[in-house]
């Protein structure tokens, strides 16, 4: 469209067309306007209708830079009895000097391009400078580079793709006709049609039959076509998108699915999986009122029943090593190669600057995902440890109200001997932090217990209790059997009388020690109080991996065991992208499909839902403000258009809405090649 550098984008008056007076329900001829005035035009520049006709909902609007574009033309899209009109031959007879301006890249919209105009109107628009685009502004969506020759051409509101919905009663309500149907409909009535598509892919010129009413027999045929015209993104996402866009701070999201154990009080009907259907009333950025579906209010915004989750609270991360695989790869996959790979790569790369690079880079990551809070450990090596805590604290404080940052000192436990072991823990005191460390002596892995072990135990203990810290621990990561600490750590707690948190990530192999072992275990644990974090992607990345052989075990310790024991159980990210894990991206919603994949979570679900968010905003001590849906918190939400469960995990989400405070967050994932300079790339 018009957009920079051509003078501000014009409205075209709303409103029937002198010319051609049966158009009286035209949608009128808006293209482009200032986004400042978008919310008035949202609202207001709905079609003209004669009174008595049905409300019909906003028009949808496509968010361009500074400029929402709304629909063109004053036909509805798909409406076989006066066909379709491209925009240029409608408008450009009458604005002959817009007809440039309305042009527009169609990949730019969800679902924008009629698809059975007349030939001449369905091919590419006549050439000219397409402008650049904001990116950014585009409501998440993954859209390839504008590219000459691609238009923006009519289309219809967004509900009219769901034949039979009546928006006067809210929702729920069947067999209404928001507009006379003629034969046969489309999915939608602006399916798209990239330009790049082969011919066999649009409708040839003997479908366009289905125009004329009298000619029923082309009808099935036609219907059966439609289905493979249907490439678009869920379109109840962006119609959801742009109606919270306009929705000003106080509305209801009005049918939601929400897992229970997300919930702070039970509300609502309870369905399968674990889910209970409500309504959740949205004021000035806070959570006022959840109901029962179907006694919010009138006005809302129609979730049709897809869920929402609080954001996601990741207990277990690594963000200090985040991201160097490209410069450190792990030759074997292996757990001492990549202990030996981060070594070598900490010692010579990691500078404040790039260390900061990485993590920031992470954050933006969890953030765009939807996540609410972390706890990083950081690899924590006195004297040298000091400098990446020094990041940190910077990087909680500019994080500060987007991301609650928590930080944990993680290094073996022979490193707390002597004055560095009081210099660590005085560090991560002054710094508000949590101390950590892994059940293994410095250059060893995970096995029988080392010598000296109690002792040292003891000690880091007596190291946090004088400082009143919290514990997080690196535990038995390994397929050993006598990798044992669990049950130590456990006794050393109750036999101490431990007055803080401690939790507990890993825990391989409690799954391959003897059963009885491993239930006393796991009521000692439980009966001190421990919480455990398990991380499942990296566990069975790493664990029962032998060059040349299959794997044969998971790596995950027993997590259905210790939840019938009472215990905490989080899930959480671990590493992303660095030694320990080749892969990742700090999504919970991964997180939380593969650990439902790799440990059974389901069938039942119960209440496992919280393990991504209830259960480590517990361990994290901030469930105040986060891990639950409730009334009085902000309002910092996932909204996906899923709605059951096999449905949420069946797609990687990519199109979730992310609220933060009640409003549409735009953070988008950040490109790698941002990181390419960083990693040496
Ligand atoms: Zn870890």
Redesign the pocket.
Known sequence: MGGAGQGHPQLHPAGPDRDRPHAAGGLGHAVGIAADHAADHLRGAVRRRPAGARARGPLRAVAHHRIVALPLCGDPAGDADRGHRAADLHLGGRHPHRAADLRLDRRLLPDPVEHDARPEQRGPQPGGPVPPVSRQSLAGAALPPPADGDALLPRGAPHLGRPGADRRDRRRIRGGHGRARLGPRLSHPGSRLPAQDSPDVRLPRAHLRHRYRHLPGAQPHLASRAPPLARKRDEGTEVVKTALASAGSRFWLLDARVPTALLAHAEGPQEADGLSRVDIRIEEGRIAAIVPAGHGGEDGIDLRGGQVWPGFVDA???LDKGHIWPRSRNADGTFAGAINAVMADRTKAWSPEDVAARADFSLRCAYAHGTVAIRT?LDTYMPHGAGTWRVFRKLREDWAGRIDLQMSS?CPLDRFKGDDGVALADMVADSGGVLGMVTRHSGGIHDDLPEGFQEELDHFFSLAEARNLDLDL?VD?SGESGARALREIALTALKRGFKGRIQA??CCSLSIQPEDFAKETIARVAEAGIDIVV?PM?NMYLQDRVPNRTPRWRGVTLVHEMRAAGIRVSVAS??TRDP?YAYGDLDMAEVFREATRILHLDHPFGDWHGAAAAAPAEAMQVERQHGRIRVGATADLVLFSARFMTELLSRPQSDRIVLRAGKVLEATVPDWRELDAVVGL
């Open positions: 277990h991360t690594h450990h993680i690196h990561e990530g890993h991380l990296c671990d590493n320990f």
